[in-house]
């Protein structure tokens, strides 16, 4: 199976061969006096059809008709070799003038990255959705600048609903729970869908964090993984939902998110947490679902989880006013929709957000949208972040089966993010 980004998008080939010499330097002049921009991006496309590679060429050829001293080069990679890759190229010394992969932390943390405000504009920065600008800052300075995003809600089968007599939308625990034994006695094979596995393990422990109202830091950015909140949250899992069989019969510590969407598109699972890109497989399947809100230990969760890929500029290259003036031409709202229409995501400016708001076209996006001002994002900028991020897909599945223990192994991840994050600031 081929590695799924975050955001849920297939990763997609690319032809990387082909496009090896535009991965061989960083911006220079080719002798003529003007400027080359070498942009490296991550491919959503989950077929030829609609690989990005053709939205980065129409951009480049867009921003140089309007800026005739620039040359603007772009090489999209699968997203399985494009973190890899760029991080190859830095390491040799090839950085390329402008990235958008899935991380920035590493980068800014060693000082390669030009800052948000060495390079966009004042009315560019403020167009930034708050709550994701500051998921790219860094010591308080914004490195990462957002590129797309995503929101999670609750999706549940209103015909499977229907049959089993649930009238709404749980908005508790209990609720559902309640909705959940309805589902199981109505013969549903998977009332709760709930998908620890190594795919996106991370994403289902953050949501259910969030809605037992902690996650993982805390307002000073100092991990709470096992905060008693969070113990609380796993062990309730565990004994409630999987220890009385309504997540089906498979172990959720071996089930990964994309096995869950597709037993949701076959009408098998009541309820799941989900985004956007579900909708368009659930309604290519003739699924009837509605969304809601996370429910919470009590009431509707306070907050869901964002994703967000970023983009970036390296120092190297040392283009840094060429590199602003491209990303403010990809930050205007036009160019923002054109992306996020073609793949269903969701803006990063409150212009784009303001117009896909008014379309009536996207009115399938809107209850996404209006969670985005509240979002918890992964806390990405911390370079601790990735081998925490491998802790828990390797250990978080194990405290809701039998016999699990989540004060044990939240406590184990805990311990080993401090010792990263003490490791790395002795650097």
Not at 277 to 296: E, F, V
Request: contains cysteine; aromatic residues 8%; charged residues 20%.
């Amino acid at each position: 199976m081929q590695r799924r980004r975050f955001l849920g998008l297939t990763a997609a080939g690319a032809a990387t061969a082909a496009l090896a010499p535009a991965l061989t330097a960083c911006g220079s002049d080719g002798g003529s006096g003007s400027k080359t921009l070498r942009v490296v991006a991550a491919d959503y496309g989950d077929k030829a059809a609609n690989n990005s590679q053709k939205y980065w060429d129409a951009l480049a050829r867009a921003f140089e008709a309007q800026h005739k001293g620039i040359k603007v080069e772009a090489t999209v990679l699968s997203w399985t070799e494009v973190d890899k890759k760029v991080a190859d190229m830095v390491a040799a010394g090839k950085a390329p003038d402008i990235a958008q992969i899935g991380a920035y932390a590493d980068f800014a943390a060693s000082g390669k990255l030009y800052s948000a405000d060495q390079l966009l504009t004042i009315p560019t920065q403020a167009d930034i959705i708050a709550s994701i600008a500051r998921a790219g800052e860094v010591g308080r300075v914004q490195y990462g600048l957002p590129f797309v995003s995503s929101t999670r809600m609750l999706f549940y089968n209103k015909s499977l609903f229907l049959k089993a007599g649930i009238a709404k939308a749980p908005e508790s625990w209990d609720e559902l729970q309640a909705a959940a034994k309805k589902l199981q006695t109505a013969g549903v094979k998977i009332p709760y869908g709930l998908p620890l596995g190594p795919e996106e393990a991370p994403a289902e422990t953050l949501l259910w964090m969030l809605s037992g109202g902690s996650g993982y830091t805390d307002h000073d950015g100092t991990y709470t993984i096992n905060s008693d909140d969070n113990v609380a949250t796993f062990t309730w899992l565990r004994d409630e939902l999987v220890g009385k069989g309504l997540t089906g019969s498979a172990d959720p510590s071996r089930t990964n998110r994309q096995e869950i969407f597709d037993a949701f598109c076959k009408g098998q699972v009541g309820m799941l947490n989900g985004h956007p890109t579900l909708m368009k497989q659930a309604d290519a399947a003739g699924i009837k679902y509605g969304l809601a809100p996370l429910p919470g230990k009590s009431a509707k969760a306070k907050a869901t989880m964002g994703v967000a890929d970023w983009i970036m500029a390296f120092k190297a290259g040392g283009n840094r006013e060429q590199a602003g003036l491209f990303l403010d031409f990809v930050y205007s709202t036009k160019n923002v929709l054109n992306f996020t229409n073609q793949y269903d995501l969701l803006p990063v400016t409150s212009s784009a957000s303001d117009k896909m708001r008014a379309d009536s076209g996207k009115a399938h996006l809107k209850p996404f949208l209006e969670q985005l001002d509240n979002a918890v994002f992964y806390p990405v900028d911390k370079t601790s972040w990735a081998k925490v991020s491998k802790a828990l897909k390797e250990k978080i599945g194990s405290v809701v089966v039998k016999g699990g223990d989540p004060a044990s192994v939240l406590g184990e991840i805990q311990r080993e993010a401090d010792a990263t994050e003490l490791a790395g600031a002795g650097k």
